[in-house]
């Protein structure tokens, strides 16, 4: 007799998630992490980095915390003996630390190495957790997935502010700057929507469930549209430089196995040429479509590539070969991480709009030459041997034998790696906190598909949790130094409302409410006690002032705003040769700088000798002439006045001191004469010369009386010393 079969009722507890643990990892330690990238705050002066920041290091302080000392569940030292990533990564940590005790910003330091040690927390804890899960694919699926369903969001919100942009004002390239997603702006948001590409395309080629494969066709199409239509230069370089290099990449890593198996060969070829056009077809429609619309955009965008003297590239290229500078002088520990945007002030830029003292360098756009410069050569040699680990790491596994799809998976996540590369030289990614989780997610992918099966065994020991205490306090503080931030830049958003609305005592309490010893230089390289400083001035209370501002110039001695402030408070106090030295180093850093020539003018005009009013006079003369401020014009012609007064004085030849007159009569004649003066040559000895001049061509005086006049004036004056009449000039 046949036995029934009794089923056994389906227990409540047993779930498909706890039949299979890892289908929640994702939910727990990937789709968190990418929805915290979409916080946006608009309190603080930055919107997008403090908040993300924030969340993501409070993230990875609490996951520490609780598997590394709660549970001491976190197999810290088996993990990182058993490969050599994590030396490499543990190496570069401990460098770029060491060369935070040669920062003058301490929180600036601890918070740009924060980042480092974030990527470190995010790898580990990925790697970690599907460490020992052996269905490689359903790895794949979680990474691809949960990256696509971010890409999805963040293109389709791309899409439609590009398409209003479109609509309100056509295809120009700066309307373009308004596309930029949930992200600070339109560069990082083209960024990383490429570092995005990897796990679309692998979805969509690979992806089990249709529905979904088809979606990430669609969003693998928007993000390489929006990556060609954004014009972001360092992203186009990117998709062209990684696809030629990982196309050769391919074809060594493949050309092995063609040689055995001719139908892989016409596949595979055929796969890259369909790749190929792909790209060509997508960067045509750009193209085609601009040109149509707007051929100035295109034509403009492509010399912005092609031109070495293009003005962006030429203000990087000077702050490049600067940064190179900085790391000869101290090779080793570099200048210390954070000061890079204090010790740059001091080499002063030419031919660019910097000159004007309205603008300063937060960073070089190069992080390897951001590394180099700011933590020496062992932290550079770590920072690319990270990348190379990671591309040797892909090498070496292909050599072994591998399914199609994990070896096409391997070939993107080695695309996206050297797009970043290629793009972190135009750029500064790593600054960038969803630029950082982005690289984070390819090497933890990396580390996952390179690691060999059935998987080494590991198990936490008790020296685990000391180092799990010991993350997990580095953490905290690292998210302490980032709260101290992000409440000075709060404070900060309230003071700029302040300031605008000129309440100045307010000003100056917010400024310095603001500033705390983490916290002393705001986003953009102003010191924060410039600003109380400078309120203060405006109240006449030039003691408080020059104390505010000392500090300031302590902390960042070639800001020539700060300078300039500084040197107002001194000459008000009578120290002058103070204030001229100081004026003068400033409007060597700054030439075009209108505040400090104007004040410098004044100082040197106001000293006694004939030689000092004139060299004040030529200070003033080489403010720009579209200035259009009352005090420039009439410091100018006072001055002007003056000179013209003294030098018709001494000007005997009647013909000689009706050509002056004339010339000192019309702002377009002297002022180009004013600023051909230099070194010893005297303004009035360079009058002179270009009125002999004038009158020579005019044929009002014959060739030997030129030559005769010429050594007469230039010998006369270039000898005398007389006194000058007591006319001061008050600073503006």
Same mark, same amino acid.
């Given at each position: 007799?046949?036995?029934?079969? %009794?089923?056994?009722?389906?227990?409540?507890?047993?779930?498909?998630?706890?039949?299979?643990?890892?289908?929640?990892?994702?939910?727990?330690?990937?789709?968190?992490?990418?929805?915290?990238?979409?916080?946006?705050?608009?309190?603080?002066?930055?919107?997008?980095?403090?908040?993300?920041?924030?969340?993501?290091?409070? !993230?990875?302080?609490?996951?520490?915390?609780?598997?590394? =000392?709660?549970?001491?569940?976190?197999?810290?030292?088996?993990?990182?003996?058993?490969?050599?990533?994590?030396?490499?990564?543990?190496?570069?940590?401990?460098?770029?630390?060491?060369?935070?005790?040669?920062?003058?910003?301490?929180?600036?330091?601890?918070?740009?190495?924060?980042?480092?040690?974030?990527?470190?927390?995010?790898?580990?804890?990925?790697?970690?957790?599907?460490?020992?899960?052996?269905?490689?694919?359903? $790895?794949?699926?979680?990474?691809?997935?949960?990256?696509?369903?971010?890409?999805?969001?963040?293109?389709?919100?791309?899409?439609?502010?590009?398409?209003?942009?479109?609509? *309100?004002?056509?295809?120009?390239?700066?309307?373009?700057?308004?596309?930029?997603?949930?992200?600070?702006?339109?560069? %990082?948001?083209?960024?990383?929507?490429?570092?995005?590409? /990897?796990?679309?395309?692998?979805?969509?080629?690979?992806?089990?469930?249709?529905?979904?494969?088809?979606?990430?066709?669609?969003?693998?199409?928007?993000?390489?549209? #929006?990556?060609?239509?954004?014009?972001?230069?360092?992203?186009?370089?990117?998709?062209?430089?990684?696809?030629?290099?990982?196309?050769?990449?391919?074809?060594?890593?493949?050309?092995?196995?063609?040689?055995?198996?001719?139908?892989?060969?016409?596949?595979?070829?055929?796969?890259?040429?369909?790749?190929?056009?792909?790209?060509?077809?997508?960067?045509? $429609?750009?193209?085609?479509?601009?040109?149509?619309?707007?051929?100035?955009?295109?034509?403009?965008?492509?010399?912005?590539?092609?031109?070495?003297?293009?003005?962006?590239?030429?203000?990087?290229?000077?702050?490049?070969?600067?940064?190179?500078?900085? !790391?000869?002088?101290?090779?080793?520990?570099?200048?210390?991480?954070?000061?890079?945007?204090?010790?740059?002030?001091?080499?002063?830029?030419?031919?660019?709009?910097?000159?004007?003292?309205?603008?300063?360098? *937060? @960073?070089?756009?190069?992080?390897?030459?951001?590394?180099?410069?700011?933590?020496?050569?062992?932290?550079?040699?770590?920072?690319?041997?990270?990348?190379?680990?990671?591309?040797?790491?892909?090498?070496?596994?292909?050599?072994?034998?591998?399914?199609?799809?994990?070896?096409?998976?391997?070939?993107?996540?080695?695309?996206?790696?050297?797009?970043?590369?290629?793009?972190?030289?135009?750029?500064?990614?790593?600054?960038?906190?969803?630029?950082?989780?982005?690289?984070?997610?390819?090497?933890?992918?990396?580390?996952?598909?390179?690691?060999?099966? /059935?998987?080494?065994?590991?198990?936490?020991?008790?020296?685990?949790?000391?180092?799990? =205490?010991? #993350?997990?306090? #580095?953490?905290?503080?690292?998210?302490?130094?980032?709260?101290?931030?992000?409440?000075?830049?709060?404070?900060? =958003?309230?003071?700029?409302?302040?300031?605008?609305?000129?309440?100045?005592?307010?000003?100056?309490?917010?400024?310095?409410?603001?500033?705390?010893?983490?916290?002393?230089?705001?986003?953009?390289?102003?010191? %924060?006690?410039? !600003?109380?400083?400078?309120?203060?001035?405006?109240?006449?209370?030039?003691?408080?002032?020059?104390?505010?501002?000392?500090?300031?110039?302590?902390?960042?001695?070639?800001?020539?705003?700060?300078?300039?402030?500084?040197?107002?408070?001194?000459?008000?106090?009578?120290?002058?040769?103070?204030?001229?030295?100081?004026?003068?180093?400033?409007?060597?850093?700054?030439?075009?700088?209108?505040?400090?020539?104007?004040?410098?003018?004044?100082? =040197?005009?106001?000293?006694?000798?004939?030689?000092?009013?004139?060299?004040?006079?030529?200070?003033?003369?080489? $403010?720009?002439?579209?200035?259009?401020?009352?005090?420039?014009?009439?410091?100018?012609?006072?001055?002007?006045?003056?000179?013209?007064?003294?030098?018709?004085?001494?000007?005997?030849?009647?013909?000689?001191?009706?050509?002056?007159?004339?010339?000192?009569?019309?702002?377009?004649?002297?002022? /180009?004469?004013?600023? @051909?003066?230099?070194?010893?040559?005297?303004?009035?000895?360079?009058?002179?010369?270009?009125?002999?001049?004038?009158?020579?061509? *005019?044929?009002?005086?014959?060739?030997?009386?030129?030559?005769?006049?010429?050594?007469?004036?230039?010998?006369?004056?270039?000898?005398?010393?007389?006194?000058?009449?007591? %006319?001061?000039?008050?600073?503006?």
């Amino acid at each position: 007799m046949a036995k029934k079969v %009794i089923k056994k009722p389906a227990n409540s507890t047993d779930s498909p998630l706890k039949s299979n643990p890892q289908m929640i990892l994702p939910w727990v330690l990937i789709i968190p992490v990418l929805m915290i990238l979409g916080l946006y705050f608009y309190n603080v002066l930055d919107p997008t980095l403090m908040p993300k920041y924030m969340g993501i290091m409070g !993230f990875v302080l609490i996951f520490f915390f609780y598997k590394g =000392v709660v549970k001491n569940n976190l197999p810290l030292i088996d993990t990182i003996k058993n490969d050599r990533f994590w030396w490499v990564y543990l190496a570069f940590l401990f460098f770029t630390a060491l060369s935070i005790s040669g920062s003058a910003l301490l929180g600036d330091g601890l918070f740009e190495w924060a980042k480092y040690l974030m990527g470190f927390g995010l790898i580990f804890l990925w790697v970690l957790s599907y460490s020992k899960t052996e269905n490689e694919q359903s $790895v794949r699926r979680d990474f691809s997935r949960v990256i696509t369903a971010m890409a999805l969001f963040a293109g389709l919100i791309g899409l439609y502010q590009f398409t209003d942009v479109l609509i *309100q004002s056509g295809f120009q390239h700066d309307k373009l700057y308004q596309v930029s997603g949930f992200f600070a702006h339109r560069n %990082i948001y083209c960024e990383s929507l490429f570092l995005c590409l /990897p796990f679309s395309f692998y979805s969509a080629m690979y992806d089990r469930n249709a529905v979904f494969r088809r979606i990430a066709y669609g969003i693998t199409f928007v993000l390489l549209l #929006l990556c060609l239509a954004l014009l972001s230069r360092a992203v186009w370089i990117a998709l062209g430089g990684s696809f030629l290099l990982i196309t050769v990449f391919f074809i060594l890593m493949e050309y092995p196995l063609w040689k055995k198996d001719e139908e892989l060969k016409k596949k595979e070829v055929s796969l890259l040429l369909k790749i190929g056009l792909l790209g060509l077809v997508s960067i045509g $429609v750009v193209l085609i479509y601009g040109y149509i619309t707007n051929k100035a955009t295109i034509s403009g965008f492509i010399d912005s590539i092609t031109q070495v003297n293009y003005y962006q590239n030429w203000d990087r290229m000077q702050k490049w070969r600067d940064s190179y500078t900085l !790391f000869k002088e101290n090779p080793w520990l570099g200048i210390g991480i954070g000061d890079w945007k204090i010790d740059i002030l001091r080499f002063p830029p030419k031919n660019s709009v910097a000159e004007a003292g309205f603008l300063f360098f *937060q @960073r070089p756009h190069n992080d390897y030459l951001w590394v180099l410069s700011e933590s020496g050569i062992f932290a550079f040699m770590a920072y690319c041997g990270l990348f190379f680990s990671a591309l040797f790491k892909v090498a070496r596994r292909l050599r072994q034998p591998a399914d199609n799809e994990k070896r096409y998976y391997l070939y993107l996540l080695t695309a996206g790696l050297l797009g970043y590369m290629i793009f972190s030289f135009f750029s500064f990614s790593k600054e960038r906190i969803e630029e950082v989780v982005l690289l984070s997610v390819i090497f933890a992918a990396i580390l996952l598909e390179s690691r060999s099966l /059935p998987q080494i065994k590991t198990s936490a020991q008790p020296a685990d949790r000391g180092l799990g =205490v010991v #993350l997990t306090a #580095l953490f905290a503080l690292l998210f302490y130094v980032g709260y101290t931030r992000m409440e000075g830049e709060m404070i900060l =958003v309230k003071f700029q409302d302040s300031n605008e609305r000129n309440n100045i005592k307010e000003s100056i309490r917010l400024a310095e409410k603001a500033y705390r010893p983490l916290y002393q230089m705001d986003p953009v390289s102003a010191p %924060i006690r410039f !600003f109380s400083g400078t309120g203060y001035l405006k109240l006449k209370d030039f003691k408080t002032a020059t104390k505010h501002l000392e500090e300031a110039y302590a902390l960042s001695p070639y800001h020539v705003q700060v300078m300039n402030n500084l040197a107002g408070c001194y000459y008000t106090f009578g120290e002058v040769d103070k204030a001229e030295k100081m004026y003068k180093e400033a409007s060597e850093l700054a030439p075009k700088y209108t505040d400090v020539l104007l004040s410098y003018g004044v100082v =040197v005009f106001n000293k006694k000798g004939a030689e000092n009013e004139q060299n004040g006079f030529v200070i003033t003369a080489k $403010v720009d002439t579209l200035e259009t401020r009352e005090n420039y014009k009439t410091q100018l012609r006072t001055m002007a006045d003056k000179i013209t007064a003294d030098i018709l004085n001494k000007t005997p030849d009647s013909l000689l001191r009706n050509e002056v007159a004339r010339i000192m009569k019309n702002e377009r004649e002297y002022i /180009p004469i004013a600023r @051909r003066s230099s070194g010893k040559r005297l303004f009035a000895v360079q009058l002179y010369a270009e009125a002999l001049y004038k009158l020579y061509t *005019q044929q009002k005086i014959s060739e030997a009386e030129h030559e005769a006049l010429k050594i007469k004036y230039n010998c006369d004056l270039l000898n005398q010393n007389t006194e000058k009449n007591n %006319i001061q000039i008050s600073l503006p």
